[in-house]
């Protein structure tokens, strides 16, 4: 083997096992196509109804005379459960592939993104929130900050991002 070789295979050798590769210009963790961001958002509205409905169960139940406690468990494992499929939306799908960092040199698209990124922290809070709860406070400001994100996440570019993967 010549010394070329020798280096080339070092070097390869070296990136794997440093699990080091050039950067890549993606934008998705999954290639474009396979998710809709609406339904993203539609699944994140049904979590929010669907931890409504067990913060109704678990005072229903509690205020029962005798009380089920197993009932008021599994009303709670599912609240807790739905919260933390929000969390997962919110941190894994939106803020880990689609909404990306914009620089402060473009101040339109930077507030842009500090608006999005700030509906998005507050949904994580809230969720955590519902958890800790069954107050339907939570509720009413996740369905709020999910309205809110839905308008400022779905402007000119995404909608034209979404067109080229559905046509």
Request: hydrophobic share 40%; proline share 3%.
């Amino acid at each position: 083997m010549n010394r070329t070789k020798a280096v080339a295979l070092l070097v390869g050798l070296a990136i794997s096992l440093t699990g080091w590769a050039p950067p890549a210009n993606a934008h998705c963790e999954i290639p474009c196509g396979i998710y809709t961001d609406e339904m993203r958002i539609e699944m994140i509205k049904e979590h929010i109804q669907t931890i409504e409905k067990s913060m109704k169960q678990i005072v229903e139940l509690s205020a029962a005379n005798p009380v089920n406690y197993n009932q008021v468990v599994r009303w709670v494992s599912n609240k807790e459960e739905h919260a933390t499929k929000i969390q997962h939306i919110v941190t894994q799908y939106f803020m880990t592939q689609r909404v990306k960092p914009e620089s402060s040199k473009d101040r339109g698209a930077h507030k842009a993104y500090l608006t999005k990124l700030t509906f998005l922290h507050e949904m994580l809070f809230q969720a955590m929130r519902a958890k800790q709860s069954t107050d339907l406070k939570h509720v009413e400001k996740l369905r709020e900050l999910t309205a809110g994100f839905h308008e400022a996440y779905f402007g000119v570019a995404e909608k034209k991002h979404l067109e080229e993967h559905h046509e």
